[in-house]
């Protein structure tokens, strides 16, 4: 905009951003490439900002990022949450590798009785070991 002599504010780039974001990132969720269909998930206790939160995480078995979330808890209601969102962007995978933990179980559990009664007819197959959820490829 510089170089044709218009003068524009950081006001005006705020209002910019808001009003075209949404569909800058519709397009770009229209353009994505397809998942794998193994994910791990997994969540960590990390500092932001001088305050401690939790980081949830999946990954495809190619190591790629699908999702994250922070969350001040780490209870059912954050890991139906994540799932839900992870699985709405990214669709629906056949199988996630969890930890041992009872509230990711408990979170993928109620996805899949959603993913049931919504007529979709398939349920996302759960595995569970201490040794899978360590979000890295391999």
């Not at 994505?32 to 401690?52: H, L, N, Q, Y």
């Not at 398939?122 to 569970?128: A, C, E, L, N």
């Amino acid at each position: 905009m510089a170089e044709r002599g218009v003068e524009v504010g950081h006001a005006t780039l705020n209002r910019w951003v808001v009003k075209f974001s949404p569909t800058i990132a519709a397009n770009a969720h229209g353009k994505k490439k397809p998942t794998a269909i193994s994910w791990r998930m997994d969540e960590t206790f990390i500092k932001v900002r001088g305050k401690w939160t939790y980081l949830y995480r999946a990954v495809d078995r190619d190591g790629q990022t699908l999702d994250f979330m922070l969350s001040e808890r780490r209870n059912t209601a954050a890991a139906r949450k994540f799932f839900k969102r992870a699985v709405g962007t990214n669709g629906v995978p056949e199988r996630i590798a969890i930890d041992k933990g009872g509230a990711n179980l408990a979170g993928l559990q109620s996805l899949n009785v959603i993913l049931k009664f919504t007529g979709t007819g398939r349920i996302i197959k759960i595995v569970q070991s201490k040794y899978l959820n360590h979000c890295t490829a391999g």
